[in-house]
């Protein structure tokens, strides 16, 4: 009698234990898929905001002409049109679109005066643009429609006669889109501390 209580106790304690065990397992599966949604939708909110705040800095930009950043750049820049704006995290910066011959171009902004030789390019660099076009989509996608011209981004990513240039004449550091089709230029000038 004592072993059959002892068998039916300890298989009691046995199904007790693993009714324990399957309870914690539920309860850290339901805890772990909570964290999980409650991460995810703290991500996603913080990105929401930060894409908001940049469209928000975008759109409360201001109008301003190329030669107020580039001073004395003479009468090779034609159809100009450029934005001042500034980031969320307080970085300053400039996006001009604009049409100019190459040849004349490039030799001016290389001899634009910097505030540190050590830090800047003597020359531009032709880049490959692949890594520009791939910064392009990923911020297209947060632009609300619109934003910009289609067209524009279409023929970034598309046309094989884009040409694409880096130079940093300190503190403005710029990268520039070049149509030799249509001479157009988008430029856009980073600000650095």
Do not use: H
């Not at 750049?73 to 934005?83: L, M, P, V």
């Not at 289609?150 to 880096?166: C, G, T, V």
């Amino acid at each position: 009698m004592k072993k059959s209580i002892l068998i039916v106790t300890s298989a009691l304690s046995l199904l007790a234990c693993n009714k324990i065990n399957e309870k914690i397992d539920q309860t850290v599966q339901e805890t772990t898929e909570t964290v999980k949604q409650k991460t995810q939708a703290a991500v996603e909110e913080r990105v929401k905001k930060t894409v908001n705040e940049s469209i928000k800095s975008l759109t409360n930009s201001e109008d301003i002409q190329f030669n107020q950043v580039f001073p004395n750049s003479g009468g090779f820049i034609s159809a100009e049109s450029g934005k001042k704006f500034v980031f969320p995290n307080g970085t300053k910066g400039y996006i001009f679109k604009y049409k100019a011959d190459k040849a004349e171009l490039i030799p001016f902004l290389e001899s634009q005066p910097t505030t540190d030789e050590a830090r800047s390019d003597k020359k531009a660099r032709k880049v490959d643009g692949q890594n520009i076009v791939d910064k392009i989509s990923f911020i297209e996608k947060f632009l609300p429609e619109n934003t910009i011209d289609q067209s524009i981004l279409d023929d970034i990513k598309n046309d094989e006669s884009i040409e694409y240039y880096k130079l940093k004449r300190f503190p403005n550091n710029s990268t520039i889109i070049y149509n030799s089709k249509n001479r157009t230029v988008l430029q856009y000038v980073e600000v650095n501390k």
